[in-house]
């Protein structure tokens, strides 16, 4: 998806712009690209809150309005409980141009184990110069 994300150290946000081959129906973004983008924003929002890489264990996506082809959504998430870096629990929401509620999601997260954070990062596609600015350092 190429997203590209920003934080304040506690909310993640990304813009994604859909395209027509992303519609499951005629002028309906495909609701799985809009939980798909939720996922990321939730896990990136892990990330930055945790300094954790996590993986999702169960997601939830409410659907408000469609999505629409050649329209920006912004993505935002927010870690909202850490359990002892055992379980992370995240909130997800992606609003239109006009800031219309899109739709919404709470998911829980897993820290990967075993892998160093930095090792991680170097996996991701992006300059270490963007890594940065999301993670600090």
């Not at 809009?34 to 939830?60: K, R």
Request: net charge neutral; glycine share 10%; hydrophobic share 35%.
């Amino acid at each position: 998806m190429k997203l590209r994300f920003s934080t304040d150290g506690k909310i993640v946000e990304t813009r994604f712009t859909p395209q027509p081959v992303h519609s499951g129906f005629i002028n309906v973004t495909h609701g799985g690209l809009l939980a798909t983008l939720l996922d990321e924003i939730m896990v990136w929002a892990c990330g930055v809150a945790s300094q954790h890489f996590s993986y999702c264990a169960e997601m939830t996506v409410r659907y408000h309005l469609p999505g629409r082809p050649n329209r920006e959504i912004k993505a935002r998430g927010e870690l909202v409980e850490n359990k002892r870096n055992r379980l992370l629990l995240a909130k997800g929401e992606l609003t239109g141009p006009d800031g219309e509620l899109l739709a919404t999601s709470t998911g829980k997260y897993i820290p990967v184990k075993d892998v160093s954070f930095a090792s991680l990062l170097e996996d991701f596609e992006g300059s270490p110069e963007e890594l940065k600015a999301i993670f600090g350092g």
